[in-house]
């Protein structure tokens, strides 16, 4: 299994400013991936973070607005910028297994914009 | 694509007593898993079960237990004895290569 810890835990910002979210896995992983969780909705797959390059981002996601970097096999940051109140959300970093048969899930962030 | 439906928003059962929640699933790939996770008001998702898409014996963990029948891409999950902490929001989920596809979700009650 892997444990997987994110900061800030949850954080009130103003519109038109930025948050980066890190996300720590206490041991190496290939694949680690960003979601976003609206109220009372459902995971929605922002981009596949990938080591060495750019991620990999689903429809409706532009680096621009969710830049994210992944320096090591362990460590990635999520950033939300120049946010709006639709970005409030839950955002949760995950990590596949090595078997790619079990995903292991962030604590979330709990994003709420003004 | 990959989808997977989930056609109960919420559902109610007494302490002690069995409850189902559907799933069903659409994928073009030939080996694939299936999970239920659980979202509990802390917002940690836990992974509850998971099946084995080439695997015909139905996954079991404890109280928990799935029907799962291939054919129709259906994938139920049973809950027996249920107690109050199963109150949740629980997702069916799909994978194929890597991407995980999750369902809208069910959110479970357990009434005492």
């Known amino acids: 299994s892997a444990v997987i810890s994110q900061k800030p835990s949850r954080d009130i910002c103003q519109r038109g400013t930025s948050l980066t979210i890190q996300c720590q896995v206490d041991?190496?992983?290939?694949?680690m991936f960003w979601y976003r969780q609206q109220p009372g909705q459902s995971l929605t797959l922002i981009a596949t973070a990938n080591q060495g390059s750019e991620a990999t981002y689903e429809s409706g996601f532009v680096i621009d607005k969710f830049p994210i970097s992944r320096p090591n096999l362990t460590f990635s940051t999520l950033t939300v910028s120049n946010m709006s109140p639709e970005d409030s959300s839950i955002y949760l970093c995950?990590?596949?297994?090595?078997?790619?048969?079990?995903?292991?899930f962030g604590p979330g962030t709990r994003l709420t914009v003004l | 694509a990959q989808t997977v439906t989930q056609s109960q928003p919420e559902m109610s059962v007494q302490e002690a007593e069995t409850v189902t929640l559907s799933c069903t699933y659409d994928?073009?790939?030939?080996?694939?898993?299936l999970f239920w996770y659980k979202q509990p008001p802390s917002r940690q998702m836990i992974l509850v079960i998971r099946?084995?898409?080439?695997?015909?014996q139905n996954a079991t963990e404890n109280r928990f237990s799935v029907n799962f029948q291939k054919a129709a891409k259906s994938f139920s999950l049973k809950i027996s004895d249920s107690q109050l902490g199963d109150t949740a929001m629980y997702f069916c989920a799909s994978t194929g290569t890597y991407k995980y596809i999750f369902g809208t979700g069910t959110r479970l009650k357990v009434l005492a």
């Open positions: 995950s990590v596949v297994s090595l078997a790619g048969n079990e995903q292991f």
């Open positions: 994928t073009s790939e030939n080996n694939y898993y």
């Open positions: 099946q084995e898409a080439y695997k015909q």
């Open positions: 041991s190496q992983v290939t694949m």
